[in-house]
C-alpha cells in the first residue's frame, strides 16, 4: 500500500540575484515517486543529482516551485503551522554528518528528551530515552546519557541522531547518506541497524546514497536520479543486474567491488 508519493515534483533556486532577474538552476525536474508501507526504498545518484534537495523537500525544509507531496492520501506540499508540526512528527530524517547534525553543548539525554517534551509525551520521558537508545544498539542507555557529541565515535553520533529521529515515532524514516562518512565495519552495523528497525518498528525508510554497493544490500526497490530526473527504478536487484539507462550502467561500473583484493607490489 502507497504511504507517500511524489507527483511531478520541480525545485527551482536562484543561484545569483541582480536588479531585474537571477540566475535559475532546476535541482528537480518533475520527479515522481512512490513509497510504500515497511519498505526500505533506495534514491541513487551521483553528487549533485538531486538527491539531498529531493529528501529535504520530502521533509518540507524546502518548497515545491511545482509539484505535490502526497502523505496518507494528503497533499502535504504546502502544509504551515500545526499541520506542519503534525506532519514532521511522521517524517524525520538522518542527516549524513552526525557531528553537525548534533548540537556540542548538550550531551545525549538532553538530545533525546528534547523532542519528546516538545510533542508531549506523555509517559515517563527518562524510561523512553533509555528505551529509544536501546532501539538504535546503544547498550547500556546509562553509559551514554552523560556523554557529549565529541565524547563518542562517528558511528554511535549517528546512532544517537537516528534515536532522536525516532523519538516522535515517525512512519517515514529519510535516512541521506548516513553511512558516507563511517569506516567500513561502521557502515555494515548502520545498514544492519536500518533494516532492524524497518523489522521491528515497522517504518518505512528512504535510503539515499551514491553507493551501489550499500543499496543493492539492504533496499527493496531504487530510483535513480541523474541532473535532477528519474533515469530508472523498479527492483533493486533488477535494475542493479541488469540496467537500462546508460547512467545507470556507468554508476554500477564505478562502483568498487568492497571483495576485490587490493594487490600490493
Same mark, same amino acid.
Given at each position: 500500500?502507497?504511504?507517500?508519493?511524489?507527483?511531478?515534483?520541480?525545485?527551482?533556486?536562484?543561484?545569483?540575484?541582480? @536588479?531585474?532577474?537571477?540566475?535559475? &538552476?532546476?535541482?528537480?525536474?518533475?520527479?515522481?515517486? !512512490?513509497?510504500?508501507?515497511?519498505?526500505l526504498? $533506495?534514491?541513487?545518484?551521483?553528487?549533485?543529482?538531486?538527491?539531498?534537495?529531493?529528501?529535504?523537500?520530502?521533509?518540507? @525544509?524546502?518548497?515545491?516551485?511545482?509539484?505535490?507531496?502526497?502523505?496518507?492520501?494528503?497533499d502535504?506540499?504546502h502544509?504551515?503551522?500545526?499541520?506542519?508540526?503534525?506532519?514532521?512528527?511522521?517524517?524525520?530524517?538522518?542527516?549524513?554528518?552526525?557531528?553537525?547534525?548534533? +548540537?556540542?553543548?548538550?550531551?545525549?539525554?538532553?538530545? %533525546?528528551?528534547?523532542?519528546?517534551?516538545?510533542?508531549?509525551?506523555k $509517559?515517563?520521558? *527518562? +524510561?523512553?530515552?533509555?528505551?529509544?537508545?536501546?532501539?538504535?544498539?546503544?547498550? /547500556? /542507555?546509562?553509559?551514554? @546519557?552523560?556523554?557529549? /557529541?565529541?565524547?563518542?565515535?562517528?558511528?554511535?553520533?549517528?546512532? &544517537?541522531?537516528?534515536?532522536?529521529?525516532?523519538?516522535?515515532?515517525?512512519?517515514? @524514516?529519510?535516512?541521506?547518506? /548516513?553511512?558516507?562518512?563511517?569506516?567500513? *565495519?561502521?557502515?555494515?552495523?548502520?545498514? !544492519?541497524?536500518?533494516?532492524?528497525?524497518? !523489522?521491528?518498528?515497522?517504518?518505512?525508510?528512504?535510503?539515499?546514497?551514491?553507493?551501489?554497493?550499500?543499496?543493492?544490500? %539492504?533496499? +527493496?526497490? %531504487?530510483?535513480?536520479?541523474?541532473? $535532477?530526473?528519474?533515469?530508472?527504478? $523498479?527492483?533493486?536487484?533488477? &535494475?542493479?543486474?541488469?540496467?537500462v539507462?546508460?547512467?545507470?550502467?556507468?554508476?554500477?561500473?564505478?562502483?568498487?567491488?568492497?571483495?576485490?583484493?587490493?594487490e600490493?607490489?
Open positions: 500500500m502507497s504511504l507517500m508519493e511524489i507527483q511531478n515534483l520541480t525545485k527551482e533556486f536562484t543561484v545569483r540575484k541582480s @536588479l531585474t532577474k537571477g540566475d535559475i &538552476v532546476k535541482a528537480l525536474d518533475e520527479v515522481s515517486l !512512490e513509497l510504500r508501507e515497511k519498505e526504498l $533506495g534514491i541513487v545518484g551521483a553528487s549533485g543529482s538531486g538527491k539531498s534537495t529531493l529528501a529535504r523537500l520530502m521533509v518540507l @525544509l524546502y518548497r515545491p516551485t511545482s509539484g505535490k507531496i502526497i502523505f496518507n492520501n494528503e502535504v506540499s502544509h504551515k503551522g500545526q499541520k506542519l508540526k503534525m506532519y514532521r512528527k511522521n517524517i524525520q530524517m538522518v542527516f549524513q554528518d552526525p557531528y553537525a547534525s548534533l +548540537d556540542p553543548f548538550h550531551n545525549v539525554e538532553w538530545h %533525546i528528551k528534547r523532542p519528546l517534551l516538545i510533542n508531549h509525551y $509517559g515517563n520521558v *527518562s +524510561d523512553r530515552v533509555q528505551e529509544l537508545l536501546t532501539q538504535v544498539k546503544l547498550d /547500556p /542507555p546509562s553509559q551514554f @546519557l552523560d556523554k557529549y /557529541p565529541h565524547q563518542m565515535s562517528g558511528g554511535q553520533r549517528q546512532r &544517537v541522531y537516528m534515536a532522536r529521529a525516532l523519538a516522535t515515532e515517525p512512519k517515514v @524514516l529519510i535516512a541521506d547518506e /548516513p553511512v558516507s562518512m563511517l569506516d567500513v *565495519s561502521l557502515r555494515i552495523e548502520i545498514l !544492519e541497524l536500518l533494516l532492524s528497525l524497518r !523489522e521491528n518498528l515497522g517504518i518505512s525508510i528512504i535510503y539515499i546514497t551514491h553507493d551501489l554497493n550499500t543499496v543493492s544490500m %539492504i533496499t +527493496d526497490r %531504487i530510483y535513480v536520479l541523474n541532473k $535532477g530526473k528519474v533515469v530508472e527504478s $523498479g527492483n533493486t536487484k533488477q &535494475v542493479i543486474e541488469n540496467p539507462d546508460e547512467y545507470t550502467r556507468r554508476l554500477i561500473k564505478a562502483a568498487p567491488d568492497p571483495y576485490k583484493k587490493i600490493v607490489d
